[in-house]
């Protein structure tokens, strides 16, 4: 069955790096979107990236562009974000999910109701 499992998330301090890993199991994920997805306590869950394919594009919300890198490592079946830069605004628990076409237009696959399978998340801290 279709699992994925988010890790890496902790405690950093602003500016800092952080790499987030999500390892896909019961499919292989090179024809697939998978997207990132953050929530902050009492804020609705809110898209940060999508990589519609091994080979296709990548999309990001404004809010991380620049700071944060997504990639694809085939032979592990994994998703990483990289986060750079962090700021005390990105903490979140951070998500990795699978659903959505990755021929679906931008709006799609950044939104988070469009996503059927999800990891169990991982908390992300940016704090002094």
């Known amino acids: 069955q279709v699992q994925l499992v988010e890790s890496g998330g902790g405690l950093v301090q602003p500016g800092g790096s952080l790499r987030l890993s999500c390892a896909a199991s019961?499919?292989?994920?090179?024809?697939?979107?998978i997207g990132w997805f953050r929530q902050a306590p009492g804020k609705e869950r809110e898209g940060v990236s999508c990589s519609v394919s091994s080979d296709g594009d990548t999309y990001y919300a404004d809010s991380v562009k620049g700071r944060f890198t997504v990639s694809r490592d085939n032979a592990e079946n994994t998703v990483y974000l990289q986060m750079d830069s962090l700021k005390p605004e990105d903490t979140a628990v951070y998500y990795c999910?699978?659903?959505?076409?990755?021929?679906?237009?931008?709006?799609?696959?950044?939104?988070?109701?469009?996503?059927?399978?999800w990891g169990q998340g991982t908390q992300v801290t940016v704090s002094s």
């Open positions: 019961g499919f292989t994920l090179d024809y697939y979107a």
């Open positions: 999910a699978t659903g959505p076409s990755p021929h679906a237009i931008e709006t799609v696959l950044l939104d988070p109701y469009e996503y059927d399978y």
